[in-house]
């Protein structure tokens, strides 16, 4: 259902999280998940601490891009961070569609820090009957 373009996932994240936030011109990876139900060809992204409003979802063809910013709290002058771990800055991922999924009926929900989205699987791409004929009647061969 998606095409698979980071072959050094790992050595990528490894990168990131040495060369520090990303920026709009060099976002981080955004994790995910991705598992087909029913169907549906469902996506959650991982993205704890980021308004709704700071998401961006575009699509343009067969490529779907999920883009978001996770931005510092508001201190007080007089708060001094001790640790800050947690990761700021722009975070993006982009994912190739196989051309099974409808694509113009996306349903995109957030909920506790994780986005999912569900696109249902194109009709075409479904499993159906088709029927073979012959010369002495129809027999339905199931597929």
């Given at each position: ?78 708060v001094r ?60 061969v199931?597929?």
């Amino acid at each position: 259902m998606l095409m698979r373009t980071a072959s050094f996932r790992e050595l990528d994240r490894l990168a990131q999280q040495l060369t520090g936030p990303g920026t709009w011109t060099r976002p981080s990876a955004i994790p995910m998940d991705a598992y087909r139900q029913d169907d549906q060809f469902v996506m959650a992204f991982d993205l704890p601490g980021v308004t709704a409003d700071a998401i961006d979802i575009d699509i343009e063809r067969n490529t779907l891009t999920v883009k978001a910013e996770r931005r510092p709290t508001a201190q007080a002058d007089d708060v001094r961070t001790e640790l800050s771990e947690r990761p700021l800055g722009v975070f993006s991922r982009q994912i190739v569609l196989a051309d099974t999924l409808d694509t113009e009926h996306i349903q995109a929900d957030y909920d506790a820090g994780v986005l999912t989205l569900r696109i249902p699987i194109a009709e075409r791409a479904k499993a159906r009957k088709i029927s073979i004929g012959t010369g002495s009647g129809r027999k339905e061969v199931s597929g």
